[in-house]
């Protein structure tokens, strides 16, 4: 039996499975695992009768877009990344791939950490860590992070201005940070708050073609998409005397 199998006995009801995923712009790897079908999720959750949070355990096209860009301006070798919302965790798989020391994935849930962990463990992805952390808390980012990465988590106002504080926080760090949303929910409250804080950005909006998963239908959806784009330089860290 392999570590997915055993963990789909063990973390989520029978009728529902996991499957790999590779991700459009990833075509060779490495894959993440979500779960099959989540409509039945979907519909519990927005019923305010299910536990498991639906959305963080299928890949979404931020995610996708977020790790392309982020191969073409970051070289990972020797790196440490810092993945906030991780979902299914694209982002640190593909930093773990291409050489990052450690590849800190972070969600609020742990289902979705699970499988970060299992597709990290089947592609021989070491370098991959997994870690319980909610933005929204008081509890302090990682140390020794070389970069931010967070894809697709806007999905409310108190997120949006909490990811912005993340970022504040990191980039007077040091850090680069690469913030990618595609819902457009709660995008807009994140730039205002990034600019309240005084962060300067970069902005870019792309048109990306997705198929995924269409999460309340359960099938496969092509899709094409405007993925804003947010580009935080870390600031120099000031000389010790």
């Not at 319980?132 to 999905?155: K, R, T």
């Not at 997705?210 to 998409?225: N, W």
Request: glycine share 8%.
């Amino acid at each position: 039996m392999t570590f997915a199998a055993a963990l789909v006995g063990l973390l989520v009801a029978p009728a529902l499975e996991l499957r790999a995923r590779f991700a459009p712009a990833f075509s060779h790897g490495p894959f993440v695992l979500e779960y099959a079908r989540v409509s039945a999720l979907v519909a519990e959750w927005s019923a305010g009768t299910g536990e498991l949070d639906p959305f963080g355990v299928v890949l979404w096209p931020g995610a996708d877009a977020l790790a392309e860009i982020a191969v073409g301006e970051i070289d990972f070798a020797g790196c440490s990344t810092l993945e906030l919302g991780c979902g299914t965790g694209l982002c640190s798989l593909v930093a773990a791939s291409r050489g990052a020391i450690r590849a800190l994935a972070t969600d609020s849930n742990p289902e979705p950490l699970e499988l970060v962990a299992a597709a990290a463990a089947q592609q021989g992805l070491a370098s991959v860590r997994t870690e319980v952390f909610d933005m929204c808390s008081d509890a302090p980012l990682a140390h020794g992070i070389d970069v931010l990465l967070a894809a697709d988590v806007c999905y409310s106002e108190r997120i949006a201005r909490a990811l912005a504080a993340r970022c504040a926080q990191a980039s007077a760090a040091g850090v680069q940070c690469l913030v990618t949303d595609s819902v457009n929910i709660a995008r807009e409250h994140f730039a205002h708050e990034l600019r309240r804080l005084g962060v300067d950005f970069e902005r870019a909006n792309l048109t990306r073609s997705f198929l995924g998963h269409a999460v309340s239908l359960d099938m496969e959806v092509e899709r094409s998409c405007t993925v804003a784009l947010f580009k935080i330089a870390g600031r120099p860290r000031p000389a010790s005397d």
